[in-house]
């Protein structure tokens, strides 16, 4: 089945920089790429998302690249806010053929330091 | 518009007894799942429907059991507790159809403690 990896585990930044966390994949018939970000004691939050038919996609502050050949993606947030500090959760599925079934990433602790 | 309904919010089960998680949508979405998050972990898949009258195995379904009579219910039974599945739960859902939107909409979950 599939396997997500994750990095990193934790990330601390300074409010104003970027954060950056990167996932890979091992299914190549995934397609299907969101990122979640959950808070302390909290259901998980669709933030983004990306279909394997692009390469990048921008919400203000935050972004996401998808290289399906090398089977890696990657969450960018810019201008970080102190509101930002949550775990965040990247995930892959093959789409609704497959059940739309998630397969999740262990989660990134980002900490955003004033 | 509710969303995704879950109860109960924290449930604490002696080791043997069983209980029945409950889960209800309201966005007519055919695809439901049920996911496990261990302290520091990912979520894992219990078990997923993608309609009424089917349901599948995920990754992690020993000591469960779900069924799916309608589209807006999917409930998650635990037969014969065991400090194993202590965890929080959640139910999710999704549209399901080509081209829609694929994101979860996840209920706010289920704290289980099993003593």
């Known amino acids: 089945g599939e396997n997500v990896e994750q990095h990193p585990s934790t990330l601390s930044v300074q409010e104003g920089d970027s954060a950056v966390i990167k996932c890979t994949y091992s299914d190549s018939a995934s397609n299907y790429f969101p990122w979640y970000k959950q808070e302390l004691g909290k259901r998980p939050q669709l933030i983004i998302d990306i279909r394997s038919n692009v390469g990048e996609k921008k919400d203000q502050r935050i972004a996401v690249t998808l290289n399906k050949t090398a089977k890696h993606f990657s969450l960018h947030i810019t201008e970080t806010q102190p509101e930002d500090s949550a775990v965040y959760f990247c995930?892959?599925?093959?789409?609704?053929?497959?059940?739309?079934?998630?397969?999740f990433g262990t989660g990134t602790q980002l900490k955003v330091e004033l | 518009n509710a969303g995704v309904t879950q109860t109960p919010k924290f449930r604490i089960l002696k080791i043997g007894q069983s209980m029945t998680l409950q889960c209800t949508q309201d966005?007519?979405?055919?695809?439901m799942y049920w996911y496990r998050q261990d302290p520091g972990m990912g979520l894992k898949l219990i078990y997923y429907s993608v309609g009424a009258g089917i349901t599948d195995k995920g990754e992690v379904p020993n000591g469960y059991n779900v069924s799916r009579s309608t589209t807006e219910d999917f409930p998650l039974r635990l037969e014969l507790a065991a400090p194993s599945q202590t965890s929080v739960y959640f139910c999710?859902?999704?549209?399901?159809?080509?081209?829609?939107?694929?994101?979860?909409?996840f209920g706010s979950g289920t704290r289980l403690t099993v003593v």
């Open positions: 999710a859902s999704s549209e399901g159809s080509f081209g829609a939107n694929y994101g979860y909409t």
């Open positions: 966005m007519n979405h055919n695809y």
């Open positions: 995930a892959a599925s093959k789409g609704p053929g497959g059940g739309n079934k998630l397969t």
